[in-house]
């Protein structure tokens, strides 16, 4: 039951192509070998950031800081586009690395705008050194030899992912509700947002599949 509904989740934002994904255990995860990656990094840099910067004013990165990260992006742009038009062969160990390198970058210019001060002048850049960086790539790194090597177990990295996968959405959709005061209430509020956009595609996603057979 848990299996059939994490990989529901999976597929509202993954093809789920089982040669395009990490086996564990002989079997498929979620979300392709890419997703994974991007999932990898969101959450890497986002724990961090809510661990250390929740309760500082705080914005998004400088305009140098901002470049140099946006070059993160870059590998997996060509990655996929060369992969899906057949310009290269990309492997499963390249798509979780670039994977990773773009979903590292996300919350950097996202978590410090849920913050109603991050547009202060004293606002300070979220990325005040070196170690704001260092220290999400490094469990990045942990997490993707983790996934790429299949330990623990597939079920316990797959409802990591599925987790990961309805947080990041419900930290979108909370923008939705500027006009909740309640930290609790609009979590919540996100949470059920979140959950029903993606059971919506999840179902889309499957019909469109069902029309092609």
Not at 164 to 186: A, D, N, Q, T, Y
Request: proline letters at 3%; a positive charge.
């Amino acid at each position: 039951m848990l299996h059939e509904l994490v990989h529901f989740f999976g597929r509202a934002i993954c093809h789920q192509l089982e040669e395009r994904s990490l086996l564990v255990s002989g079997e498929a995860l979620a979300v392709c070998a890419r997703d994974t990656g991007i999932y990898i990094g969101i959450f890497s840099t986002f724990t961090y950031l809510h661990f250390t910067k929740r309760k500082q004013c705080i914005t998004i990165p400088t305009v140098k800081i901002s470049f140099l990260l946006l070059l993160l992006l870059i590998p997996l742009i060509i990655d996929g586009l060369g992969s899906y038009s057949h310009l290269f062969e990309s492997n499963n160990l390249r798509r979780l690395v670039t994977g990773i390198s773009f979903g590292l970058v996300l919350p950097y210019f996202i978590y410090p705008l849920l913050s109603k001060k991050s547009l202060d002048y004293e606002s300070k850049s979220v990325v005040s050194s070196s170690i704001d960086f260092v220290v999400p790539l490094l469990v990045s790194v942990f997490l993707g030899g983790l996934f790429y090597l299949g330990q623990p177990s597939h079920l316990i990295l797959d409802c990591f992912i599925a987790f990961s996968i309805i947080g990041w959405f419900g930290l979108l959709f909370s923008f939705l509700f500027p006009f909740v005061h309640s930290r609790r209430f609009k979590s919540f509020l996100s949470s059920i947002v979140s959950l029903s956009f993606l059971s919506i595609l999840s179902m889309v996603h499957e019909w469109i599949l069902s029309l092609t057979i």
